[in-house]
């Protein structure tokens, strides 16, 4: 069974950047997609951007599409997401899941099977 560790996060002041990551154990990401999202206390989950291992396509929704980009990383087993001029409404826990599209549109959290347990990102002064 494959788990998802995330790494990365923490508080960074507006227009900085930070990265969060998502690894792999157990198996590789070989075969899924893998999505980001983001949750707030007063917000659902909402679906950021997603790559397919295989062949490296990526996908970023309109509201980050510029400042957020994401990537492979072989060596490691894991996916990235940088996260750059970050403002305050970016403060939110980041989750990275996994999918092999087979359950649904890959822009919905119950579309995915494994998850990270998130990781928190606060942009504050």
């Known amino acids: 069974q494959i788990q998802l560790v995330q790494s990365g996060g923490g508080l960074v002041p507006p227009g900085g950047s930070l990265r969060v990551s998502c690894a792999a154990s157990?198996?590789?990401?070989?075969?899924?997609?893998v999505g980001w999202f983001r949750q707030t206390a007063t917000k659902e989950r909402e679906f950021l951007a997603i790559?397919?291992?295989?062949?490296?396509?990526?996908h970023i929704v309109p509201s980050v599409n510029g400042r957020f980009t994401v990537s492979r990383d072989y060596a490691k087993n894991a996916v990235h997401l940088q996260m750059n001029w970050l403002n305050a409404e970016d403060t939110a826990v980041y989750y990275c899941?996994?999918?092999?599209?087979?359950?649904?549109?890959?822009?919905?959290?119950?579309?995915?099977?494994?998850w990270g347990q998130g990781t928190q990102v606060t942009v504050s002064s």
């Open positions: 899941a996994i999918s092999k599209g087979e359950t649904g549109p890959l822009d919905r959290a119950g579309s995915y099977e494994y």
């Open positions: 157990g198996r590789s990401f070989s075969d899924y997609g």
């Open positions: 790559i397919s291992w295989n062949t490296g396509n990526t």
